[in-house]
């Protein structure tokens, strides 16, 4: 067997899961097909996690998270699965070129963000349109328009409009998805311009900025460096081969099981929990 514990995405409840595997004697493989981290990347102020009253950054949090998994040996490897199929009692993995064995596997995948489906989108991603504040290059922050109307939207905005960038935020409806709270903070700054009932209908290139075109009837198009698409996220879990169920010895822990319930302590939690039950399943199965 390659690997006893395989655990699937370094974001808080793969690396939480990691950490109390660890701590259980077993040393599983943590995978990352990208920046350890997650979501949690893109998250300007957590104001719900416990033991920061004043908030905290999620790229400051993630750096605790880092640094504790590192402080107990812990290590990620920096592979994309691709494939997590049955073989007999175990699981066979194929990640970036290489296949493994393991026997049990932890999917910790979490989340991509929605995509918005018109003419110009998937053309202008990654340079002028992207769809995680965390990919945004300093070039295009002048001005960036967000199209979305929840909670990370939100955040977006205010993270961006602490840094100084002029936000246009055009949301499809009249009526903001989110907690007050943050309602109330965008509302209060000077440098977010909303930009209701608009339903956008195409992406342009326009020299060092892209345009937004709305729907016939629609406002004026927004002209900015860049776009933010914050419309919503959903799990990805092409990679299991079908029928995989989530039993032992497979587990399923953070956003990619939690619907709307997608919080760093629930993935924190999960990560725990997941991890106490393969110590026992595993003692139970030696
Ligand atoms: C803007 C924003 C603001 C937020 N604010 C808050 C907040 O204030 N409070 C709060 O509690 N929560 C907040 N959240 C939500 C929080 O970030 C998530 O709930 C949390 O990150 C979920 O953790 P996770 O480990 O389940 O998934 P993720 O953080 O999504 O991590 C999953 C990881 O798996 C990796 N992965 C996926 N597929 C593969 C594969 N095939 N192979 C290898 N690796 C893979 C991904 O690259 C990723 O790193 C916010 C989120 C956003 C986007």
């Not at 933010?228 to 822990?253: E, H, K, Y």
Request: hydrophobic share 45%; charged share 20%.
């Amino acid at each position: 067997m390659d690997a006893e514990v395989l655990v699937i995405g370094a974001g808080p409840a793969g690396m939480t899961a990691a950490l109390q595997l660890q701590r259980s004697g077993i040393r599983p493989l943590l995978v990352e097909q990208d920046r350890p981290g997650g979501a949690l990347l893109n998250a300007g102020l957590v104001e719900n996690y416990p033991g920061f009253p004043a908030g905290v950054s999620g790229p400051a949090l993630v750096a605790r998270f880092l640094d504790h998994h590192r402080s107990i040996g812990g290590e990620i490897v920096a592979a994309r699965v691709a494939r997590v199929s049955p073989a007999g009692n175990a699981w066979a993995i194929s990640m970036s070129g290489q296949e493994i064995l393991a026997r049990c596997v932890v999917v910790a995948t979490g989340t991509v963000p929605l995509k918005l489906d018109i003419p110009g989108e998937a053309e202008l991603a990654g340079r002028r349109v992207f769809h995680e504040l965390r990919d945004l290059p300093p070039e295009t922050s002048g001005t960036v328009a967000i199209i979305g109307g929840g909670d990370v939207a939100f955040d977006y905005a205010l993270t961006l409009a602490r840094r100084g960038t002029r936000v246009s935020f055009i949301m499809r409806s009249g009526t903001p998805q989110c907690l007050p709270l943050l309602r109330e903070r965008v509302a209060a700054c000077p440098n977010i311009y909303l930009i209701l009932n608009a339903a956008p209908a195409r992406l342009e290139e326009s020299g060092d900025s892209v345009r937004v075109h709305f729907r016939e009837g629609g406002p004026e198009p927004v002209i900015s460096d860049g776009l933010l698409v914050a419309i919503g996220r959903r799990p990805d879990t092409s990679f299991l081969a079908a029928g995989i169920a989530a039993q032992p010895p497979l587990w399923f822990a953070g956003d990619v099981v939690n619907g709307s319930f997608r919080q760093v302590g629930i993935s924190v939690g999960d990560g725990l929990r997941c991890a106490m039950e393969i110590n026992r399943y595993l003692r139970g199965n030696r």
